[in-house]
């Protein structure tokens, strides 16, 4: 089940085993994925909360906002993974609906943060991509480097 944060209305299958909750600024994160940047950046300096909070306060244009999935157990207690990305908001003219990964050509190393044994992560990432798959209006292009 998509559990909306803002604008977003997304449903899911009720028999999904996990929630994906999306948050529009790393500062609305709870602790559970605070956690899961301190396990991914253990693998590397690139998947750290420093890194992508330094990204987002320098690197960003001022139409990019910020755009995390979380995706949690359905009790709320643990993450199992994150998608950080960012969405292009282009007032002055339409434009295709972009999902990016937080990520430039500054970023050497980028990689959805999955969180638990590495064996378990075809179910939190088939929640994540049918939660992206559900949002309306949908994205046209969702890049995931």
């Known amino acids: 089940?998509?559990?909306p944060r803002h604008d977003t209305e997304v449903q899911t299958s009720p028999a999904a085993a996990f929630n994906v909750h999306v948050y529009s600024s790393l500062d609305e994160l709870p602790a559970r994925y605070i956690r899961a940047f301190?396990?991914?950046?253990?693998?590397?300096?690139f998947l750290t909360l420093p890194w992508f909070q330094n990204f987002a306060r320098t690197a960003l244009d001022d139409e990019h906002r910020v755009?995390?999935?979380?995706i949690g157990t359905k009790d709320a207690q643990s993450a199992a993974g994150m998608f950080v990305a960012r969405t292009v908001h282009q007032k002055s003219a339409p434009s295709l609906r972009k999902l990016s990964a937080l990520t430039n050509y500054y970023s050497c190393f980028?990689?959805?943060?999955?969180?638990?044994?590495?064996?378990d992560v075809k179910v939190p990432l088939g929640a994540l991509a049918r939660a992206i798959a559900a949002e309306r209006p949908r994205w046209d292009a969702?890049?995931?480097?």
Do not use: C, S
Request: glycine content about 10%; overall charge negative.
């Open 110 to 119: 980028f990689a959805l943060h999955v969180v638990g044994p590495q064996a």
């Open 1 to 3: 089940m998509i559990i």
């Open 67 to 70: 755009r995390i999935y979380g």
């Open 38 to 45: 301190d396990e991914a950046g253990r693998q590397n300096f």
């Open 142 to 145: 969702v890049e995931l480097q």
